[in-house]
């Protein structure tokens, strides 16, 4: 089964830049597809991006669209997400999360990380 850790969160002024990694354990990355998710105080938890497992199909939120990327290194384990432009409302704690093929498409994943908190500054 895998295990998810998130990392690179921190406070970052508008306009700035952030890079959030998810390392995966107990399984191979490259079998998942994977998302990226987030949720702020008082609000719902909400889709970000997702990436199928070859990495040759990604999809966004239309709020990050053109500013976030995500991008997997499935030799590492690993995902990414590079935040650019980012806004005050993109403060929030963000989740990396794994499924499987369908996961992709229907953005419900089985496989979820604790957390990194990004606070940007307005």
């Known amino acids: 089964q895998v295990q998810l850790v998130e990392s690179g969160g921190g406070l970052v002024q508008a306009g700035g830049s952030l890079r959030l990694s998810c390392a995966a354990s107990g399984g191979t990355l490259s079998s998942y597809a994977m998302g990226w998710f987030r949720q702020a105080p008082g609000k719902e938890r909400q889709f970000v991006a997702a990436?199928?497992?070859?990495?040759?199909?990604?999809h966004y939120a239309d709020s990050v669209k053109g500013r976030f990327t995500i991008s997997r290194d499935n030799a590492r384990n690993t995902v990414y997400l590079q935040m650019n432009s980012l806004k005050f409302e993109d403060t929030a704690v963000y989740y990396c999360a794994a499924g499987p093929t369908s996961s992709y498409y229907s953005g419900r994943y089985t496989y979820w990380g604790q957390g990194t908190q990004v606070t940007v500054s307005s």
């Open positions: 990436s199928s497992w070859t990495g040759a199909y990604t």
